[in-house]
């Protein structure tokens, strides 16, 4: 499917990371890097890098290069090509295309402000109360595109958080999948991605956990694979927030990757001994794979700034 990668075999392991580049690569999303890496490595699979640049509006010019530039520094190595989603758009196009062809799409006209006249507030922001769903008052036109989810349920299992039951409806609503400004949401791209990409497993943070059962009914509606996943832990700074680009976290430092890299393990509960500072970066990384234990991570949601 991809240049030099074969379509993996089921059961076998395929992982990725997927940075946005909305700035360089800070603590919570090397911890994130580091986890999915060792838990493909540790099952002797392969690590697919992709860069998600479809947001041009929160996008930071160089960002892509610094992130990448880092990810050598730090010593990880990937598999094939780095992916680029810029250059999938007409991937997602057809998938849209589908949907709408289909009908599992629609579109809506309404504004933020429409929808926040009657929507109720989910988990994570407000529901879409499904105005646009038999079709445009008259006059109006379609601003985003989005997707029928009627009474669907997801369930998975996740590799760290557990067993995870949801419906659609109570948790997001028929949701956007082409914004109203014309960009590709990412539910979309990253679903129509993991899908034909064939990865097996996602591992990311768990700040991204209420985005799996979306992407997963995208994938059964678009006839994908679905991968299994598993949410993390997100690093909170001594506030409470979590390390994000948004709240300015500060950059890792890739001129001394094994301090950082032990500092992720150290907060990722792998206590690594203290002189593995003072040795190399090859050896650092023998030693996280060799004693990479998953399972302390299992159940919980945040880990705080070592
Ligand atoms: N690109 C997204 C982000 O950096 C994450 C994508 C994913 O892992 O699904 O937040
Ligand atoms: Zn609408």
């Known amino acids: 499917m991809r240049s030099g990668i074969p379509d993996t075999a089921s059961g076998t392991y395929r992982g990725r990371f997927a940075p946005s580049p909305t700035g360089p690569l800070h603590f919570g999303s090397l911890l ?44 990880f190595r990937w598999d094939g090509e780095i ?30 402000r429409d929808i926040a006249a009657v929507a109720r507030s989910g988990p994570n922001g407000l529901i879409y109360p499904g105005t646009c769903r038999h079709g445009l008052p008259p006059g109006r036109r379609t601003r985003a595109w989005r997707i029928r989810c009627g009474v669907a ?17 109570d948790t997001v609503g028929d949701f956007v ?33 209420w985005c799996t059962p979306p992407q997963h009914y995208l994938q059964q509606q678009l006839g994908l694979r679905q991968p299994r996943c598993g949410h993390v832990p997100v690093v909170v700074a001594s506030n409470g927030q979590k390390l994000s680009k948004q709240n300015l976290a500060p950059p890792v430092d890739d001129e001394r990757p094994i301090m950082e890299l032990w500092r992720v393990l150290d907060a990722l509960r792998q206590q690594p001994p203290p002189q593995l500072q003072r040795e190399s970066l090859t050896r650092l990384w023998e030693w996280a794979l060799q004693n990479w234990q998953p399972e302390r991570l299992q159940g919980l949601t945040t880990l705080p700034t070592p």
């Open 177 to 209: 999948i082409r914004r109203a400004d014309g960009h590709i949401a990412y539910h979309l791209a990253a679903a129509v991605d993991d899908g034909s990409d064939g990865i097996s497993h996602v591992v990311r943070g768990h700040d991204l956990l």
């Open 153 to 169: 349920r997801i369930r998975f299992e996740d590799r760290f958080q557990g067993a995870i039951d949801v419906s659609l409806a």
């Open 83 to 112: 992916r680029y989603q810029s250059r999938s758009l007409a991937r997602y196009r057809d998938a849209l295309n589908r949907l709408r062809e289909e009908g599992i799409a629609y579109g809506c006209t309404c504004t933020r």
């Open 32 to 75: 994130t890097a580091m986890a999915s890496y060792l838990e493909a490595r540790r099952n002797a699979g392969e690590w697919l890098l992709r860069i998600d640049d479809i947001d041009p509006p929160r996008e930071q010019p160089g960002a892509a290069d610094a992130i990448i530039r880092a990810l050598n520094r730090f010593g």
